[in-house]
């Protein structure tokens, strides 16, 4: 779906307040937006999508029949619409809430109410999640390039590794955690590794304090891509040698200029 610009997405709106529903969608209008369905429940939104497929999918967290969380973890298991951008419209600011959201792999966590910018940068982040077009790193073979994704979330490794793919990059393996990834460091020669921070048995700072002082691969670059917001954790994983830090949601764009920059470096 190479190309496709802001009036050609089709939008479903999925939010039980009829007023909130008018706000996104007189939103979405501003920014060239009209061909938008709506619903108010995640048993609906799941009927809509199987018909009509759109390409972008804004919800509220808290729906009458499930949550918002329940219903993109349902999109991203489908087989038929697995990769449809999700967006979360939320007041809600609690980690324990928004945590599982992010890592499904999101293309924005907005707040209510929401500004302009922040809904233009999410559907700029939508556009860039649908093109299928390959963004090639300059002098570099990418399909040379070995990468391992440790992250103790499915949904997140296939996220991340989507938007590795669309820089040509087609090595990838995966580990759900930071212990199972240094098993896979000793057994094989990666070009780069992205990381989580939170992950059980292993943390990525765990990880990354192990491969600068006892891995035969010292020197390795390490792309952090988390929903930690604890600056006193972050600080400490930036003297531990992580290479870059990436949030969660991010922006696929961010992260390939990250590698970029890793690989030049």
């Known amino acids: 779906m190479a190309d496709i610009s802001l009036p050609e997405l089709a939008v479903l709106v999925v939010e039980p307040s009829p007023t909130q529903r008018r706000i996104i969608c007189r939103a979405l209008q501003e920014h060239g937006i009209h061909a938008t369905l709506e619903c108010g429940s995640g048993a609906d939104a799941l009927v809509r999508l199987a018909a009509q497929s759109p390409d972008l999918v804004i919800s509220s967290l808290y729906l009458p029949d499930m949550t918002g969380t329940d219903l993109v973890h349902r999109i991203r298991e489908s087989a038929d619409f697995s990769d449809t951008p999700f967006m979360l419209i939320s007041s ?3 980690f324990r809430y928004l945590d599982p959201i992010r890592q499904a792999g999101v293309v924005g966590i907005l707040p209510k109410p929401f500004s302009a910018a922040e809904l233009r940068t999410a559907l700029a982040t939508t556009i860039d999640m649908l093109d299928d077009s390959v963004h090639e790193i300059a002098d570099l073979d990418a399909d040379a390039l070995q990468v391992l994704v440790v992250d103790d979330s499915a949904l997140s490794r296939k996220h991340i590794t989507r938007v590795l793919h669309s820089l040509g990059i087609r090595r990838i393996d995966h ?85 970029r920059n890793i690989l030049d470096a």
């Open 92 to 94: 809600e600011t609690r």
């Open 175 to 259: 580990a759900e955690d930071g212990l199972r990834g240094l098993e896979m460091i000793e057994q094989n020669y990666y070009d780069f590794i992205v990381t989580d921070y939170n992950m059980p048995r292993m943390d990525g700072k765990e990880l990354i304090d192990h491969i600068r002082t006892e891995s035969t691969q010292s020197s390795l670059p390490v792309l952090m891509v988390t929903s930690e917001s604890n600056q006193n954790r972050l600080a400490a994983v930036q003297q531990s040698g992580v290479s870059a830090i990436c949030d969660k949601p991010f922006e696929p764009a961010m992260v390939r200029q990250l590698v």
